[in-house]
């Protein structure tokens, strides 16, 4: 029942995030939904899934992006080994608490390395970009906003599920 919910929870996010994800787009940058909810259920597993889960969402990102494909897939990956390093720190309190800080800081750097790959893909192939300051600090300003939103509603959602699941 666990995973049928997992895989629930991500599919929400993947097709909420695409549906409304540039409407609700802050600073010109979306909300990390899928990204945010893949790291929170990363804490769960251990390494050899979580890199199946993240070619597996990396891919199915990569298909409807317009990034180069493969860029989702390769930061997922770095997400999940992130991730490992994230539960070495926190290995001594094992709580939602230090699950959300972790997401957190996945967030951050997720939508960090998505834009720069993205940034990055474009300048090699000659395509104009942004360079200037105020742009990546919207864009920093943008992570540390959704750092603190999605996390406390992915974890207020999981654990309301979980509840309502043991009860049934």
Same mark, same amino acid.
């Given at each position: 029942?666990?995973?049928?919910?997992?895989?629930?929870?991500?599919?929400?996010?993947?097709?909420?995030?695409i549906a409304w994800g540039s409407r609700?787009?802050?600073?010109?940058?979306?909300?990390?939904?899928?990204?945010?909810?893949?790291?929170?259920?990363?804490?769960?597993? &251990? /390494?050899?899934?979580?890199?199946? *889960?993240?070619?597996?969402?990396? %891919?199915?990102?990569? =298909?409807?992006?317009?990034? @180069?494909?493969?860029?989702y897939t390769a930061i997922f990956i770095?997400l999940a080994f992130f991730t490992e390093?994230?539960?070495?720190?926190?290995?001594?309190?094992?709580?939602?608490?230090?699950?959300?800080?972790?997401?957190?800081?996945?967030?951050?750097?997720?939508?960090?390395?998505?834009?720069?790959?993205?940034?990055?893909?474009?300048?090699?192939? &000659? /395509?104009?970009?942004?360079?200037? *300051?105020?742009?990546?600090?919207? %864009?920093?300003?943008? =992570?540390?906003?959704?750092? @603190?939103?999605?996390?406390?509603?992915?974890?207020?959602?999981?654990?309301?599920?979980?509840?309502?699941?043991?009860?049934?």
């Amino acid at each position: 029942m666990k995973y049928v919910l997992a895989i629930c929870f991500l599919a929400g996010a993947f097709f909420i995030e695409i549906a409304w994800g540039s409407r609700i787009a802050l600073w010109e940058v979306r909300p990390p939904l899928f990204g945010a909810t893949l790291i929170f259920l990363f804490w769960n597993i &251990g /390494l050899s899934r979580r890199l199946f *889960w993240a070619i597996l969402a990396g %891919v199915l990102m990569d =298909s409807v992006s317009l990034y @180069v494909f493969g860029t989702y897939t390769a930061i997922f990956i770095i997400l999940a080994f992130f991730t490992e390093i994230l539960r070495g720190i926190f290995s001594h309190a094992e709580s939602f608490m230090t699950r959300g800080v972790g997401t957190a800081m996945g967030t951050i750097l997720f939508v960090n390395l998505i834009l720069f790959f993205g940034w990055t893909a474009d300048y090699v192939h &000659g /395509l104009p970009v942004p360079v200037y *300051w105020e742009f990546w600090g919207h %864009v920093f300003l943008a =992570s540390l906003v959704w750092a @603190v939103l999605l996390p406390t509603l992915i974890t207020f959602l999981t654990g309301a599920l979980g509840l309502l699941f043991k009860r049934v």
